[in-house]
């Protein structure tokens, strides 16, 4: 706030008012030095204005650049003006919805202009000048579905790779390491982000209803989503536009999977209720090419085969426990599928990605079983009850740990290995890294992800989602004195002793929440206000490099990188893997390994480092790192180009830090 400006209400709206200094020593010595927002004194009103807007619209924030005398208001209405100072003349007004505006921020300048919007997800950078967006992002209502990592491979535009140098921005700095993330939502929306940045480029919105699996063509130019509103999108990422749209024949049913060959030419999609079949199509003319029938109970999951002895095997995995191997290839047209018996109903499937004929398979009792396809062998198993480690929801009426009934004491030395073990829970998402080495696991009320080895079927890691104690379903033992005295939890009702900014919109608000509420709804548009609380884990996905994992929850996605030992994110992802890193220049034959070598052993230090930045080899950084002599030091960070700079500086803090430990 500028000197002599102040906002305050006057008659429920808000008005702009210049005070000047009546009476009192503004130099006064007590205050000498510190930053003050008003000066000591009496102050009296020199002029005033009103922001003229229609009656009901209040405004919620505003922000005031004293520099620039620019004031930027938010209203009730979605409606945001910047007004020029002191006469509160309008520049400009932009609407932004119905919803109000509950964040309002002026840049340094005064030139850019940030909102933001609880209601709509929304975040807006808006340069008024130029009347253009300088950053347009907004979220996923209700949570995210189900998530997936590109494979980082060549499009079909001129033949050339997602990553040259005529490429899109987003595209060429993150298609060839896989780190574009697809996620579908509640809200029907399908998004693109760019998994470095955190940035979302790209939003589908042509579902109506719930997208429940979304998955990407192994040439890494389409997206393949399955919604509720019965039909399979295909679209376009040179384009950005919906090319397909597949549907049953009959049309008379929701989709809950999608899958889609090794070669691209094909999609499976699994159908709810009726014949619970699986529907193929032909992605190039959109003909429906089968109808595979043969599981009694819903078909929860669909992978294709990566080997390419089997290039058109498919995996559906179902609820009456069985997983049918099906060879669209080979086999006759409508022909019966292998079945494999599982111990209990199978939720999610996997296949291994080194094409071995190897998969994984999580099942309703808390295991996941390996199998082998060709043989029809259960090669080996995971029980994975201990590891999920489910938390309590605050209705719930004991604890997650399953003891109830255990007396203390004597008691407690009688438990058999079940107890402490919440039988009631599974892995509901499962996904290989690329190695096939490690597979990720997560259950819908589990706060924590976990990561087996599959060579020896045991536990390698576990990963904490959230500690966010406000969550419901993050602690496995909730305190027993926050209850009222009927039985209920304190969670459930509004207890804060904090006013609301407008308690007019604040109530607006909750009724609109109550209105669009069902009961027994948990997720998506109708849940209410104490579901919006809880925490579940509905999908992962391994980037195609392995370095990352991302994870689909109903609080948003969390993306996790490889750890390089030092507490910071893994050597191929801070050295500059992305190529927006790289020099254009330096993208040759040149960039090698020996050629580091070379300009080591010639003393061209200086080639030597940018050489080995661009790289991205960590062994050669820290080889290179080591041998710059002391007096040399200024003379090589002065030849690093600027887009090697953000490496450098990465390869000297993890240097620093192996150093000091």
Known sequence: MSPGYESIPLNQERVSAKYTLKEGNPKDEEHRGK???CQPGTWAVEAKATCQQPIHNKVMRCAFD???????????????????MPALQALQTLSLGQEPLDAVALGANGDWLAVGSAGTGQLLVWEWRSETYVLKQQGHHYGVRCVAFSPGSVSMKRGKALASADARPEDRSSAIGGRLLATGGYDGKVKLFNAQSGLCFV????HTAPVNAICFTPQGNAVLSASRDGSVRAFDLLRYRNFRTFASPDGLCQFSS??????GEIVAASATGGKYAVYVWSIQTGNVLEVLTGHTSHVEALHFSPSAGHPGQLLSASWDGTLNVWDLYAGTKGGSAEALQCSSSVVAVSFDPRGNDLCAAACLSGQVLFWNVVTAQNIGSIDGLRDIQSAR??????????????????????RRPADGVNLNQNFNAIAYARSGELLLCSSRNSPFVSLYDTSAYTLAARVTLTTNRSLSGVQSFLNSKLMTEAGAPWQQYDLSDSEADDVEVSRQRQQKRQVSSLPGVSVGEAKDAYTEKELHVWDVAFSADSQQFAVATTHGVFVYCQDGGMGMAGISGIYGSETSRFVPQMLTKAVSAPAVLKALDEGDISRAMILALALNDYGLLRKVYEKVPVQSIQLVVASIGSPLLPALLWLLGFCRLAGSS
């Open 35 to 37: 930053l003050l927002y």
């Open 258 to 263: 999608v899958a889609v060959d090794s070669g």
């Open 66 to 84: 004293g520099k620039a005398q620019l004031l930027a208001v938010g209203f009730s209405a979605g409606v945001l003006m910047l007004f020029e």
């Open 393 to 414: 929801h605050w209705q719930d009426m004991f604890s997650a740990v399953n003891e109830r009934g255990l007396k203390p004491g004597a008691g407690m030395k009688k």
């Open 203 to 206: 939003t589908f919105a042509e």
